[in-house]
């Protein structure tokens, strides 16, 4: 059975359809774990924080909640999210080449902020690791591959507290875990990596210097 409004005491109501829970006043997280998690599980699209901006999760493994999470966002329904993952095992479940380089990399800086890109089958894919153990538990909780792009519209800044989320898609997702302004307030670094070659995509909280030394060391 799905959630109602404001059958959580924890969950406070807000205009539009999305249940807000705020988790300062939670002494147990367990319950947000779970009410996430479950939401994921039926197709909801769930906003939580990270250690660097709001993500907006889908179960990845459902096409219909891929096409919900393009429609919120206004992206393709083509094209490709990362992936969140809640440790380095889940790399193990699909065939992804993981590199020297790559695994240099994930080995310093995950978890943390750092998106790698990698060659899984014939495509690639971006896998991230956060720094965010709530984050980390829906996504295991949920038991489904997670797919995790920032929770904003397409071409709007990355939202850094859950009322950035509230403006940008509070009418068009289920839930929003409330807990605070995101400590890095920066999008993650994203790179690609295939064999010994690293490009980066995107410079975010970590520096381009410091990707390149650590995937040479």
């Known amino acids: 059975m799905k959630p109602r409004r404001g059958q959580y005491p ?6 539009g359809p999305a249940e807000i829970v705020n988790l300062s006043r939670c002494p147990d997280p367990a319950p947000a774990v779970r009410l996430a998690a479950g939401l994921l599980r039926d197709g909801e699209l ?10 907006l999760l889908a179960n990845a493994d459902l096409p219909a ?3 919900g999470l393009s ?5 393709p329904v083509n094209r490709p999210y990362t992936c969140l993952i809640a440790d380095v095992a889940a790399l193990a479940v699909e065939p992804v080449e993981v590199s ?3 695994q240099r990399l994930i080995g310093r800086f ?9 060659r899984v089958g014939e495509g690639w894919r971006g896998f991230r690791l956060p720094d965010h153990p709530l984050a980390r538990e829906i996504v295991r909780a949920a038991g489904c591959r997670v797919a995790a792009p920032s929770a904003n519209r397409s071409g709007s800044a990355e939202p850094i507290t859950a009322q ?5 898609l509070g009418d068009r997702i289920r839930l929003i875990l409330d807990g605070g302004p995101c400590r890095m307030a920066k999008p993650s670094t994203v790179v690609r990596v295939s064999g010994d070659k690293v490009e980066i995509l995107r410079v975010g909280a970590i520096p381009q210097e410091e990707i390149e030394k650590a995937a040479k060391t």
Not at 110 to 118: F, H, I, Q, R, Y
Not at 164 to 168: F, L
């Open 100 to 102: 020297p380089a790559a």
């Open 71 to 75: 429609r919120a966002k206004g992206r």
């Open 10 to 15: 924890m969950a406070e109501a807000r205009q």
């Open 65 to 67: 909640a891929l096409e």
């Open 46 to 55: 769930v906003a939580v924080p990270t250690e660097t901006v709001y993500g």
């Open 164 to 168: 950035d989320v509230v403006r940008e």
């Open 110 to 118: 995950w978890p943390g902020p750092l998106t790698v890109v990698l």
